[in-house]
């Protein structure tokens, strides 16, 4: 009885995990319009399989390649978080001293490939409350990679309320790997990955 039970467990979690990778796909599908470039050549002939790169989770584009190297390692590296209200630096001792979160949340590029990871970090409504700034309104984000795509995001007042949406600090249980976006990036729910921005530098609430 008890096999059964494990058994009938283990399938609903595989069910559950199929069903989650069905609707990232989904999502992917419907937002690829949007988000589409052409595929880098290396990225035709070497697809990034599920459990490759630093931190069992691949790499969409490294620090070197962001040219981040040194910035994302600066001593005296902060996140500036603005809004109408004033600008605050939060320095990654003080992001780690703010209520920190977990969750499971799947990083899904739209280059074909997605990625369940355990995520950690402090909720982005948590970190506009801390600087005393809204969370009723969009917010844009920055990335230290002030050159090519993706340097910058926006995401929409719904995705900065929800309590799974992190200013990450951790993946699958160590400190972000450089080439994971080290010190801070965005991690949101049911999102494409190109909106998931690397080495933050800047959260700004948009009026
Ligand atoms: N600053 C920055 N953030 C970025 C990117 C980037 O090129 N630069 N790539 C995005 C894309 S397309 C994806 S799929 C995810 C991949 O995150 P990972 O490399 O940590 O797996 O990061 C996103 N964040
Ligand atoms: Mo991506």
């Known amino acids: 009885m008890t096999t059964d039970d494990d058994a009938t467990g283990r399938l609903s979690r595989r069910a559950f995990l199929l069903g989650t990778g069905i609707a990232t796909g989904a999502l992917v599908a419907t937002t690829a319009g949007q988000t589409w470039e052409p595929l880098a050549p290396l990225t035709v002939f070497a697809p990034r399989q599920q459990g490759e790169g630093p931190q069992g989770v691949p ?3 490294t620090a ?4 981040v ?5 600066a001593a005296d590296w902060s996140l500036t978080v603005a809004g109408a209200a004033g600008t605050a630096g939060f320095g990654l001792d003080r992001l780690r001293s ?14 074909g490939w997605s990625t369940m990871a355990r995520w950690r970090g402090v909720r982005l409504r948590d970190l506009l409350g801390a600087a005393g700034l809204p ?12 050159r090519g795509a993706y340097g910058s995001s926006e995401m929409g007042a719904e995705f900065v309320r929800d309590s799974a ?3 990450a ?9 450089l080439d994971h976006g080290f010190p801070a990036r965005v991690i949101a ?8 921005t690397k080495w933050l530098s800047r959260v700004e609430v948009l009026g």
């Open 135 to 146: 969370d009723r309104q969009d917010v844009r984000f920055s990335s230290l990679q002030t």
């Open 69 to 73: 190297l040194e910035t994302a390692v």
């Open 59 to 61: 790499v969409n584009r």
């Open 64 to 67: 070197e390649e962001a040219q």
């Open 189 to 196: 729910p049911a999102r494409p990955g190109v909106l998931q």
């Open 169 to 177: 600090l951790e993946l699958n249980g160590e400190p972000l790997h």
């Open 165 to 167: 949406t992190l200013v």
């Open 98 to 111: 703010l209520p920190q979160t977990q969750l499971e949340l799947p990083i899904a590029c739209v280059e």
